[in-house]
């Protein structure tokens, strides 16, 4: 939650027993959607990051906000792109769909890796500020010149929503609509933390 730090960890503090509880149901009910009923605690724990860089921030901490923001950035640049891909893969029934969303994890992973490693090992290359009462993370990326942030975003969004949508479990596909919606909300809101 790019709001507050007390949004981020009102957040996490909801959802990390939410998504503790969704595991224990899952792996007593449907032990194939354990992937699935992590989300809600990775995300708790994503925004317990982002409630750290908010302190971070304040304090003018700029050890406290880097190790956060990395954090943070971990799972917006990384993870979800290869657990969401995964998760769908651990579900589904179709042979076909499982080997595209196989493939998916493995383009997620790629790319993941290839914007997330390079942050760890280039301190200046994470930049994390306060623009318009929202966070904003300004990544550098040694292959930005040769794509785009259009690019890198239609990637991200076609590892990430094609096996949502497509998934052949309707929840999962109500999942992906939502956070398609959330996407069109924030990008009307929000647009100048997306850029």
């Known amino acids: 939650m790019c709001f507050s730090a007390t949004a981020s960890f009102t957040t996490a503090l909801v959802l990390v027993p939410v ?11 449907e032990k194939a959607y354990w992937l699935f009923a ?27 906000t880097l190790i956060a923001g990395r954090g943070f950035i971990f799972f917006s640049h990384l993870f979800w792109l290869v657990w969401i891909p995964l998760s769908c893969y651990a579900v589904e029934d179709s042979a076909t769909k499982r080997s595209l969303y196989f493939l998916l994890a493995i383009l997620g992973t790629v790319h993941g890796l290839l914007m997330y490693v390079p942050l760890l090992i280039n301190e200046d290359w994470l930049i994390v500020k306060i623009s318009d009462y929202s966070i904003k993370y300004k990544l550098t990326l040694f ?40 996407l069109v909300i924030t990008s009307l809101l929000f647009d100048h933390v997306l850029s």
């Open 38 to 64: 992590l989300i809600p605690l990775m995300f708790g724990i994503q925004q317990l990051f982002e409630g750290i860089v908010w302190l971070g921030l304040a304090a003018d901490n700029s050890v406290a």
């Open 19 to 29: 998504g503790a509880y969704c595991v224990r149901k899952a792996a007593r009910l």
């Open 143 to 182: 292959h930005e010149e040769t794509l785009p942030l259009k690019i890198r975003n239609l990637i991200y969004g076609i590892v990430v929503l094609v096996p949502l949508l497509s998934s052949s479990d309707r929840y999962i596909r109500v999942f992906g609509a939502m956070i398609v919606f959330s």
